[in-house]
């Protein structure tokens, strides 16, 4: 079997390695530099309790997904990967009210998550960050994206998958890639070309489903270590190598620019000083945006779409913590023909956020 696969981020690796682990003939065609979308722009936060309002096919899916990158990343090596959890902070009363809710209920699913008290906060973790006190999710991580990317396509390459780069896609069939000088014929085509997913011709997705949201962030050398991701008052800080600290993000509808500006800069640096008032001094070591491929009703798109596509995109703000179940499910759906969950169905309508929930605005 031959597979070609359309888009070479995180996903698109994720989703050739699999396939190749199984005996395939994969290629993967990137019109640009591997990585350098939205999985270079990553936060590379392993969270699925802090972003999940409900439990549904998300939460259960990112569970998945947490075991399956934890599992990969021991096999890849040193991919800056941290596992002190994630701590989820309430600025406001009515914040801390919904976020003792959430532990409720994820303690009623068999879920590991506590409560803790804002000086508790302090003691345990040495956390500036002023509180009414907040959730801590203990099981979850981060590591650095892009570092993570690297390794991951060095073990795609060493699996046997190649890579056509520098060549824009025209169209995509069933079973062919048209690009702009000569085409690529296989047994199946994978479109997973993140939040330009939809604009492949023949990829099948509704451009109404699948859309680019931008965000922006910034990277603090830190006066103090920082353990564990924080997240609280609109934004999070992810923990780095030497004190580095990862913080955003906006999110922004502003078609495919992919630009940093002063308000959006201005917002991460506010957000992220709010939250931990350490970084006030801290110096502004780079800069940097993104494009989140999201959808109308907060699900990822995976399985095949109504052209004969398949489809691995869609995954928002869970790119880094999605890739590896979405290549695994999509190599065992194609391969072995193993059913996937149909609230994923890359041919829904657009639609509201009926599996996701409503609950706090994340960035």
Known sequence: MKVVVVGGGLVGTAVARALAKRGVDVVVCERGVPG???SWAAGGIL??????DVDGPLLRLCL?????????CASLGDV???????LDVASTADERQALQARVRWQQLAGLSASWLEATEIQTRFDVDAPTFGGAFFPGEASLEPRRFFEMLRASAQASGVRSVTGRRV?????????LDEGEIKGDAVVVCAGAWTAQVPGSGVDAALLFPVRGQMAELQGQKTLDLVVYGHGGYAVPRAQGRVVVGSTMEHAGFAKAVTA???????????????????????????????ATSDGLPLLGRSTSGAWIAS??????????????????????????????????RRAGVKAHVGEGRPRP
């Open 170 to 178: 025209v169209a995509v069939e069933e079973q062919r890639v048209i």
């Open 36 to 38: 350098a979308e939205a």
């Open 314 to 347: 869609g995954h928002f703000r869970n790119g880094v913590l999605l890739a590896a179940v979405s290549g695994e499910r999509l190599a065992a759906a194609l391969v072995d023909d193993v059913a996937l969950d149909p609230a994923f169905a890359p041919s």
């Open 47 to 52: 969270s699925p309790q802090a972003e999940c």
């Open 263 to 293: 308000g959006g800069l201005q917002k991460v640096l506010r957000t992220a000083t709010s939250l931990l008032p350490s970084l006030v001094d801290a110096p502004v070591l780079s800069t940097w945006a993104g494009l989140r491929p």
């Open 80 to 86: 800056g990967l941290r596992t002190p959890g994630t």
């Open 64 to 72: 998945a997904g947490l075991a399956q990158t934890l599992e990969l």
